[in-house]
């Protein structure tokens, strides 16, 4: 292979750009189309209009900022998405079609900028290839139908790697100025790009000669400077509505403490305390992370005590027993590059379930495609740039930085798409090279295909990887859908899958019960509330649906009886208090009824609207005790 040829060629390429903007035009295209024919068949996906976890948070936080209603603390997550996605439902509606289609725009962008960036590392016919793989990657058209943060975070995740490395092959004030706004923007979206902005002064260092000099500092400044434009406003509300100084946000100790923790396996959500309430915007992270830390601390905590709080009890665990820690952290950053993409909230091999296109680009069968083959060429592709003297460490860099920063916490398919559409450039590279290196000489493919070959079977191998709870976790979620659209035999059915995957979660029961409960099988409703008492006896929400059983066959003392226990393991349990309130009032017991509306009141769990209601009946309580009723 003539490489001074190559690089000519190259370089004649890159001066090209109607040859370039003829390519941007088809790969868009092919974008789009992929897209398309993926939203038609959206609509048959039973989740689409349904909100859950991250994305109800998500969705909850966006009506909020609408409704200038957000709450008076820190930031405990990014706030850049759930302010776009505020701005979409002000435009639009809260409906979730205008966000699939910006979303759907974000990754068309994200398919041209990965085509540019691999068309000025290594040429047009990488970037092709990238640029089609791009336009087609299963999971990344798979977000972008989430109301999750993630395709905006391959966006500017791609945007900043690509200005960071235009921004040090130029003398171009405004790449730098551009690529420190960008990588601002994508750490006020996700915070864990922040290890990887070393790489500006690291690589201006090597392109120096490995020579600090003044002009190194300056040009760090003041790239580092237009990464604070878009955070510090971020701060400063932290500080002026959280009374506290929080860089960004305060979720880092909880996903610390989930990932590391010593019951933690890297890819599993370990809860951190209870789950008796979710709070505002309906996220149990970060109320049990709070309550949980009041409850060990025996003090109200500020949110930034919180975050600390998680932070050094994980690393107290951690030194407990290092070598797991580090067993642990070398786990997860092999799952982070292997084929199986893992559980976090959604499934996304539930897609195949509803889309054709996705059934033939995401599948399992003994290999993990697409991931599978991607990641081992892009190993490869690090190889033949490493062999070919490309100049292609920046990106090579920003790529395992990120993959380690991610590690640090925990791994799932969603947390790894940001460094997808780079991570397919060098795999397209890699692809670009064999076909070189076949057409020259195929001896010269020995060692590339022994070393794809042994990163295949690594990245491949170990079976089912995903955790048991994940998988019960999506069964669950689907039966909760079905539940709520109160189709009951399909919500049976999905959670007693659940049940089947993993018969000790404990979440399953009481939906499991109540579904049970509608189509009239109150006995086998009971059968269930036991069998989860017998495994979790402090659970309060098992003793909380035997007591309902009891309240509907008008047995008001049985039901008495099992809402106490139920607040004898959660005295703030919100469901029974208010059930203990009501029960009381209809026997008209009324001193034993405001006892515990006012219980009730105190948890602080109730939403402007239900504690207005709450506060009419304590006064038409009053009002029958003044009148002797």
């Not at 009730?600 to 109730?606: D, E, I, M, P, V």
Request: charged share 15%.
């Amino acid at each position: 292979m003539n490489k001074n040829k190559d690089k000519a060629s190259r370089t004649a390429e890159q001066s090209a750009p109607p040859t370039i903007w003829r390519h941007i035009i088809i790969i868009v295209f092919i974008s789009g189309m992929a897209r398309l024919l993926y939203d038609l068949q959206l609509p048959q996906n039973i989740l689409l209009n349904d909100y859950h976890l991250d994305s109800l948070v998500f969705h909850n936080w966006a009506k909020d900022i609408i409704d200038g209603t957000t709450a008076n603390l820190a930031f405990f997550r990014a706030p850049l998405y759930p302010y776009v996605l505020a701005a979409l439902y002000k435009i639009f509606g809260t409906s979730v079609w205008p966000v699939i289609i910006f979303q759907n725009l974000l990754g068309i962008g994200s398919t041209a900028i990965s085509y540019l960036f691999a068309q000025r590392l290594f040429g047009s016919k990488t970037a092709i290839i990238a640029g089609i793989i791009v336009a087609l990657y299963p999971t990344l058209i798979i977000y972008e139908g989430e109301t999750l943060t993630t395709s905006l975070e391959v966006l500017l995740y791609t945007l900043s790697a690509y200005l960071i490395y235009l921004s040090v092959k130029s003398r171009s004030f405004k790449y730098r100025a551009l690529a420190g706004i960008i990588c601002g923007l994508a750490a006020i979206t996700r915070p864990v790009i922040l290890p990887a902005l070393i790489i500006y002064p690291l690589v201006l260092f090597i392109k120096n000669q490995r020579r600090l000099t003044r002009d190194i500092v300056v040009k760090t400044i003041i790239f580092t400077s237009f990464v604070l434009i878009p955070i510090l406003p971020v701060t400063f509300t932290n500080i002026i509505k959280g009374h506290e100084f929080v860089f960004i946000s305060t979720q880092g100790g909880a996903n610390f403490y989930i990932g590391n923790s010593a019951r933690a396996d890297g890819i599993t959500v370990v809860a951190l305390g209870p789950q008796y309430r979710t709070g505002k915007y309906e996220d149990n992270v970060w109320t049990s992370s709070s309550d949980e830390a009041e409850r060990l601390t025996g003090r109200k905590m500020a949110q930034s005590e919180i975050s600390s709080f998680w932070y050094s009890r994980t690393l107290g665990e951690m030194k407990g027993n290092l070598e797991h820690a580090a067993i642990l952290l070398l786990k997860k950053f092999f799952l982070f590059w292997h084929g199986q993409e893992i559980i976090n909230i959604n499934s996304p091999y539930y897609a195949s379930t509803y889309s054709l296109l996705i059934k033939i680009l995401l599948w399992q069968s003994g290999l993990n495609f697409p991931s599978g083959i991607m990641f081992p060429l892009m190993f490869l592709g690090f190889y033949y740039a490493v062999k070919s003297r490309q100049n292609a460490f920046m990106p090579a860099a920003f790529i395992m930085i990120v993959a380690v920063a991610v590690s640090t916490f925990f791994v799932c398919s969603r947390f790894r798409q940001p460094i997808i559409p780079l991570a397919i450039i060098f795999a397209a590279f890699a692809i670009s090279e064999i076909i070189n290196d076949l057409k020259a000489s195929p001896r010269n493919l020995i060692v590339p295909l022994l070393l794809s070959g042994v990163l295949i079977i690594g990245l491949n191998g170990g079976g089912n990887i995903d955790s048991k709870e994940n998988r019960s976790q999506f069964q669950l979620m689907l039966g909760n859908v079905y539940m709520e659209k109160e189709d009951y035999k399909d919500a049976i059915l999905h959670m007693e899958k659940a049940l089947e995957i993993l018969p000790d979660n404990l979440t399953v029961y009481s939906p499991l019960a109540t579904s049970y409960l509608r189509i009239g099988q109150t006995d086998k409703a009971r059968e269930i509330y036991q069998k989860g008492i017998s495994i979790f006896p402090t659970y309060p929400h098992f003793n909380f649906g035997l007591g309902l059983l009891a309240q509907i066959r008008g047995n008001h003392i049985e039901a008495k009886e099992y809402y106490h226990k139920a607040l004898i393991s959660a005295p703030d349990f919100a469901p029974a208090l208010e059930k203990m309130g009501s029960t009381f009032e209809q026997d008209r017991q009324y001193d034993s009824a405001l006892y515990y509306y006012d219980r009730l009141r105190k948890t602080g769990q109730l939403s402007p609207s239900a504690d207005d209601v709450l506060m009419g009946r304590i006064r038409n309580i009053k009002r029958k005790m003044m009148l002797g009723q």
